[in-house]
């Protein structure tokens, strides 16, 4: 199985800052590499696939990077609506697995 | 506009079953790959069970396996989950997703709104 490991567990960050999460794989996963958005109450919503392709109506602040075992996913400037939990999810191999999420909390 | 609807949750006794569904509709369901994936409370996503679009093939977790089935029916356009043997550490909201095509990738591009599974005596 690969472990999917995100750092760090908990970011507190203001509002307009930069934000850096990280994931990181067991195993290479090559690109197989998605990142989602949780709200509270809410379904995940895709924001990545492929490690840096943007889903559909993802604004542009949202980048991913990176391949094989090391992914980033950037927010340029995070906004109000931004606090939220972050996943990734590996689909190289099965079972699918995803990181233990970081929380995006307002400093 | 695609749109996953979901019944089926409730409160189970330890030991017993129950059934998920997920009425799928704006997309063509037989060639999706679908995907139930669960979230305790408090907790991180976990991903239980993939139904792919063209071969008809299941994945599911070691831990809900000879337990838990996926099934569809491409004529309802509906994903089911059939938990038998419930255990406390099953409980969880229960989400169906679908994923861009009938194979590879299986990211998850919509969500349904998730249902809630207790089980407790």
């Known amino acids: 199985e690969v472990v999917m490991t995100q750092s760090p567990a908990t970011l507190s960050v203001s509002p307009g800052e930069r934000v850096t999460l990280s994931c990181r794989a067991s195993?290479?996963?090559?690109?197989?590499l998605a990142w989602y958005q949780q709200k509270p109450g809410q379904a995940p919503r895709l924001l990545i696939h492929g490690a840096s392709t943007r889903a559909t109506g993802i604004p542009a602040r949202f980048s991913g990077s990176g391949s094989g075992t090391e992914f980033t996913l950037t927010i340029s400037s995070l906004q109000s609506e931004d606090f939220a939990i972050y996943y990734c999810q590996q689909y190289n191999n099965w079972p699918l697995t995803f990181g233990g999420g970081t929380k995006a909390e307002i400093k | 506009e695609v749109q996953l609807s979901q019944s089926g949750g409730g409160l189970v006794l330890p030991g017993g079953s129950l059934t998920l569904a997920c009425a799928a509709s704006?997309?063509?369901?037989?060639?999706?790959?679908m995907t139930w994936v669960r979230q305790a409370p408090g907790k991180g996503l976990e991903w239980v069970s993939t139904f792919t679009g063209s071969f008809s093939t299941t994945y599911s977790a070691d831990s809900v396996k000879g337990r838990f089935t996926i099934s569809r029916d491409n004529s309802k356009n509906t994903l089911y989950l059939q938990m038998n043997s419930l255990r406390a550490d099953d409980a969880a909201v229960y989400y169906c997703?679908?994923?861009?095509?009938?194979?590879?990738?299986?990211?998850?591009?919509?969500w349904g709104q998730g249902t809630l599974v207790t089980v407790s005596s």
């Open positions: 195993q290479s996963v090559s690109s197989s």
């Open positions: 997703a679908k994923s861009p095509s009938s194979d590879y990738p299986y990211y998850f591009d919509s």
């Open positions: 704006g997309f063509t369901f037989r060639n999706t790959a």
